[in-house]
């Protein structure tokens, strides 16, 4: 088995000097494809998104498990034949549970979340903004605070990278697909319990 | 009070012993043990709060303004083939919140150079026009493009759906609410280390078990609060 954190493809990381020509390529590519994804699929709409903290517009929830079904797929047999990385970030149980709350909660106030944001401010939902400007100071509030944290709320429950085939003692690749299944057979019932 | 001095005298003297009696409970101790008890069934009512609730009516439907131009299974499966894509041809994952890290750094710099320098945060991830840079602000851009070619440029500061329920003269309430959101996000989201994109869909798609708890911890805060802002205040 592969080790999360090991490369098994030589990595093209950039220089410090910054990305080189091909990956500012890659970078803008990807990104167009993800803002015009996000606008066609309604998640830049402020009732798409605040229509699913209502439980009343699943379209949130249909794009993420669909991406995370697709993408899970792809990236495990990938990886499975050395072809991609995997980038797993660490499990920390405090930080991330706090973190994730105050999130959702800041997420439920602006509605938009920060990719979804960037999309928003294309499609010239101009509201945006002024989450945008939260965005920042949140941001270097952390940043002022980022030694403080380090000491406290990061290290309550760290437990490094960890996967959740590797916490279930179970292979990866027939996991990833038994969980894929699972998934669609979700998504099925919840197209049918929520048209929208 | 002298009853329940009494109480306690009478216990006493059924015991049989000298010790003294035990002095009765403030009233202040008895309500602060209430508030303990209170405490505990915080956690309780904020998973299953949200779902009574959910009977409850909003008084607006999201479900009554305009939708998504394009099914929301094709736009996530291709969400999670552009993840094949930047796995394979950049080495990297699909994210946003550090945008608005690096953009604070570099006001921060332009305003207390050597102080931002000092932050432990931007020691370690010091602020650059690096790849997730360059990303984000071409997102802006593809937005751009997919509404102007389906047309759906919005050109609104306050969405209708806004308006139903704060109404049309609400923009004050709008900038404190966005500037709070946005403020509690990006914090909540460098203390958690990923945002939806970050972990919502590159960490949920490498079965990354932070990401699935962050992710659960977001939904759970989202829907409290979008419950509280659209019912109480």
Redesign the interface.
């Known amino acids: 088995m592969i080790d ?1 954190g090991k490369a098994v ?1 030589e ?4 220089s410090p000097a ?2 080189s020509g091909k ?2 390529l ?23 998104l ?8 699943f ?1 949130v929830v ?11 797929v ?3 047999t ?1 990886n499975h034949f050395a ?11 405090g ?17 938009y ?16 903004l ?15 605070m ?2 403080w ?2 000491k406290t ?2 290290t309550w429950g760290e ?1 490094g990278k ?4 590797d ?1 279930l003692h179970i292979p ?1 690749l027939p ?2 697909y038994a ?1 894929a299944v699972l998934l669609t057979v979700g ?1 099925f019932f919840l197209q049918r319990i929520y048209p ?1 | 009070m002298t009853r329940e001095i009494d109480r306690v005298a009478h216990a006493h003297a059924r015991a049989g012993f000298d010790a003294p009696p035990k002095p009765p409970v403030p009233r202040f101790f008895a309500r602060a043990r209430r508030t303990t008890r209170g405490a505990r069934a915080l956690p309780i009512l904020l998973v299953f709060g ?1 779902l009574a609730v ?1 009977a409850a009516d ?1 008084g607006v ?10 099914s ?2 094709f ?23 550090s ?3 690096t ?3 570099f ?2 710099k332009a305003v207390a150079p050597k102080h ?1 320098e000092s ?4 020691k370690d991830n010091p602020p ?5 840079f ?14 102007w070619t ?1 047309g ?11 308006v139903d329920r704060f109404g049309a003269d609400s923009m004050l309430l ?2 404190i ?51 509280l ?2 019912t109480a205040l």
């Not at chain 2, 932050?119 to 931007?122: A, E, F, I, R």
């Not at chain 2, 759906?152 to 806004?162: Q, S, T, V």
């Open positions: 999360p493809k990595s093209s990381e950039s910054g990305p990956k500012v890659t970078a803008i590519v990807f990104g167009l494809a993800f803002g015009f994804l996000l606008q066609k699929g309604g998640v830049a709409k402020y009732n798409v605040i229509g699913q903290l209502l439980l009343q517009d379209t249909k794009i993420m498990v669909s991406a995370i079904i697709v993408g899970m792809g990236i495990f990938l072809k991609v990385n995997l980038h797993i970030k660490p499990t920390r149980i930080a991330q549970s706090i973190g994730g709350l105050l999130f959702g909660a800041g997420f439920a106030l602006l509605a979340c920060p990719g979804t944001g960037a999309a928003a401010l294309g499609q010239g939902s101009w509201d945006v002024f989450g945008m400007a939260g965005l920042i100071a949140g941001s270097y509030l952390f940043a002022e980022s030694g944290l380090k709320v990061e437990k960890l996967t959740l085939p916490l990866r996991f990833a969980a998504l929208r | 949200p959910h909003f439907n999201a479900t009554n303004y305009d939708g998504p131009a394009w929301p299974y736009v996530g499966g291709a969400i999670g083939v552009l993840s094949w894509l930047t796995f394979y041809f950049a080495d990297k994952t699909i994210g946003a919140s945008f608005y890290a953009l604070a750094g006001f921060g931002t932050l432990p945060y931007y650059a026009f690096d790849w997730g360059i990303f984000v602000t071409s997102t802006i851009l593809g937005g751009f493009i997919a509404a389906g759906e440029f919005r050109n609104e500061w306050l969405h209708p759906m806004w709008r900038g609410i966005g500037f709070a959101g946005g403020a509690l996000m990006a914090f909540g989201a460098r203390l958690a280390g990923g945002c939806t994109s970050g972990h919502g869909i590159s960490g949920t798609l490498q079965l990354n078990a932070g990401s699935w708890l962050t992710v659960i911890a977001m939904f759970i805060g989202g829907i409290a609060t979008a419950m802002l659209y």
